[in-house]
C-alpha cells in the first residue's frame, strides 16, 4: 500500500515526471516466484523501459534508506551507486538516507537479472520480524507516523529515478 500511496502522493502534489511510475502488486514470491516471472514475462522486450524496480518487502516500519542493487553494485556501477547515494541525501531529513550495497528482492529478480536497477526499502526492523506472515501483519500495528515516512521516502526516490534525464544503467 505504501507504493500505491507514493504515487498518488506524486499525483497530488501535481509532480509529472519524464517517465511512467508503476505500481505492481506482487503475488507468490515465498512459494516459487510466479508473479515477478510473469510481469517479466508481460513487458517482454519493453523491460529495456524500466529505469528501476523497487521492492518494499520489509513491512512499514520507520525507513532508514535504500539497498541498491546486488552486494557487488558499488563495484560494478560505481556512477550509479553513486546517483543512488545522491538521491538517497534527498531523505536525509526523514533520516531515511543511507544507501547501500545489497538491494532488490525475490519479487523483482526476474527484472534485476535483466539489467534493470534494483532498489529494496530499508527500514528500522524493529517489528516486522515478529509480525512477518503472522496475523500481526496489519495495519493496526503500524505506526501512521512511520508510515507516511516510508511513503515520503518511496516517493522521493521513485519521482527523482523517473525524472532523471539519464537512466542509473547509463551511469557506469
Not at 556501477?77 to 538517497?88: S, T
Not at 495495519?139 to 518511496?154: G, K, R, T, Y
Amino acid at each position: 500500500m505504501s507504493a500505491l500511496e507514493a504515487v498518488l502522493l506524486v499525483k497530488r502534489l501535481g509532480l509529472q515526471p519524464r517517465r511512467t511510475m508503476r505500481v505492481v502488486f506482487w503475488v507468490n514470491e515465498e512459494n516459487g516466484g510466479a508473479g515477478g516471472r510473469a510481469y517479466r514475462a508481460l513487458v517482454g522486450d519493453q523491460v529495456r523501459n524500466h529505469v528501476a524496480a523497487i521492492e518494499d518487502d520489509n513491512g512499514a516500519e520507520k525507513p532508514t534508506g535504500f539497498g541498491f542493487g546486488g552486494v557487488q553494485a558499488q563495484a560494478v556501477f560505481p556512477g550509479a551507486f553513486q546517483r543512488a547515494v545522491e538521491i538517497g541525501e534527498l531523505l536525509k531529513s526523514v533520516g531515511a538516507d543511507k544507501i547501500v550495497s545489497k538491494g532488490g528482492g525475490g519479487d523483482i529478480r526476474p527484472l534485476t537479472a535483466d539489467g534493470v536497477p534494483g532498489f529494496a526499502v530499508r527500514t528500522v526492523g524493529t517489528r516486522y520480524p515478529e509480525w512477518h506472515h503472522s496475523h500481526g501483519d496489519s495495519f493496526e500495528n503500524v505506526s501512521p507516523h512511520d508510515f507516511q515516512l516510508h511513503i515520503a521516502s518511496l516517493a522521493v526516490l521513485s519521482y527523482v529515478l523517473a525524472d532523471m534525464p539519464e537512466r542509473l544503467s547509463d551511469l557506469k
